[in-house]
């Protein structure tokens, strides 16, 4: 996570050959040729159940002692696709009238919005200038990003903030030390991304008095029969010759891609961290999505999927969410998903929707997010398929990696045309 300063902005994309259809499997080969990427695992379906693709190729590990394949089942750091997980999570809650998107958390978490908003930072007194924030930060704004916060690696007045303090970000073992940030603007008046869906897990952990894995576990993994997701596969003794460790290209995305040896995705966390920490396989993920693409009554009612999907950014924040994305290529390297710029985006509780269609690709209204390891998901309601795409390569949203999956996106909306 502090990697946002410690690494540059990848190299551009290379174009890939014109024919999706045809070529993406090329060029996944020849991105572990070429070392760029050591392996993967593709899965697609269409909302009536059907696979449309499914493979793994390569090596899940590039330690020394390890000969693992990447398989369907490889366990992987998901990262940020960690949040659509929490966003049902939640959702669950509000239909179990546990929590309520729309009421104030700082009942539950005190420590949420305690700063108030930092306006600036005294370099003479290594101090921030603060004022109080008027509006009580809700669920909703925290599942939407609109609270305030923004993750402190992503911000130089927070790191400057941290840096007074002695700190680094986002380190700690849990997701008050993490995420007790001061607010930068006004909750509900524009959008950053943030660590408020960490928050979000811990308001149900505080409400039920048990983890936020346990929640999902009775409430998410056990109904749709997801055994291989978890926020502690160190734990779990089936997990141990499965489990995939983080590659790095160079700081510029440019191969040969190697062990990333020192690097701790979740910087000393041991909290369930639910916008970032679970870990899990394609398999079970796209079980996962797939359920949710089907709106599948095991998960959650029609009015809760209603509101899943719904665009949660009014006008004012709308724009602050493409400025922000348009903000710096740093910017549209991590959160743009590979979409083009000029193409207007919002964020719904399941990730960001890109309102215009790109053809070939995908539809209007398609869903996506995806991790840092170039990791991706998407949603394509319009077309009726949705598709993961695993591996665990830094840079984070690698350009030549996510590009590989935006020609896997192509290939199956092709595909899935073609069987029509």
């Known amino acids: 996570m502090a990697f946002f300063s410690e690494t540059k902005v990848a190299q551009q994309r290379e174009d890939l050959p014109s024919s999706p259809a045809i070529s993406f499997e090329k060029a996944y080969s020849e991105a572990i040729e070429k070392k760029i990427l050591p392996g993967y695992a593709l899965i697609a379906g269409d909302k009536d159940g059907n696979i449309l693709y499914s493979k793994a190729d390569g090596v899940a590990s590039l330690k020394e002692e390890s000969k693992n394949h990447f398989e369907l089942d490889t366990i992987c750091w998901l990262a940020s696709m960690t949040k659509l997980l929490t966003s049902v999570a939640c959702l669950q809650a509000v239909e179990a009238g546990i929590v309520d998107l729309d009421k104030p958390v700082s009942d539950v978490l005190p420590e949420v919005g305690k700063y108030g908003i930092m306006t600036d930072f005294d370099d003479e007194k290594n101090e921030g200038v603060f004022k109080q924030h008027k509006t009580p930060i809700t669920l909703r704004h925290l599942l939407s990003h609109t609270s305030g916060y923004e993750y402190d690696w992503f911000s130089p007045l927070l790191a400057k903030w941290r840096q007074s303090r002695g700190e680094l970000p986002w380190t700690g073992p849990t997701v008050e030390d993490k995420s007790t940030l001061p607010l930068l603007f006004e909750p509900g008046t524009s959008f950053r991304y943030s660590g408020g869906y960490d928050w979000a897990g811990k308001l149900i952990e505080r409400i039920t008095g048990n ?210």
């Open 211 to 420: 983890t936020l894995e346990q929640f999902m576990k009775e409430k998410i993994f056990d109904p749709l029969g997801v055994k291989d997701i978890t926020f502690y596969p160190n734990d779990r003794l089936d997990m141990e010759d499965r489990l995939a460790t983080v590659s790095t290209l160079s700081e510029t995305g440019e191969p040969p891609v190697i062990d990333a040896a020192t690097f701790d995705p979740l910087f000393g966390g041991k909290d369930c961290l639910g916008g970032g920490g679970a870990y899990g396989s394609a398999n079970d993920y796209f079980k996962f999505l797939h359920a949710v693409v089907r709106r599948d009554s095991k998960l959650l009612k029609p009015e809760s999927y209603d509101e899943l999907f719904k665009p949660q950014l009014d006008e004012q924040c709308k724009k602050a969410f493409n400025d922000y994305l348009r903000s710096s290529p740093a910017h549209a390297q991590y959160l743009g998903m590979s979409l083009p710029g000029e193409l207007e985006k919002t964020w719904s509780f399941a990730g960001l929707i890109c309102e215009q269609g790109q053809q070939g690709r995908m539809s209007d209204g398609t869903y996506f997010w995806g991790g840092v390891p170039s990791m991706t998901w998407y949603m394509d309601m319009k077309a009726g398929i949705c598709g993961v795409a695993f591996c665990q390569v830094l840079p984070p949203m690698c350009p030549n990696v996510v590009h590989l999956h935006e020609g896997f996106q192509k290939a199956m909306l092709e595909k899935h045309a073609n069987a029509d």
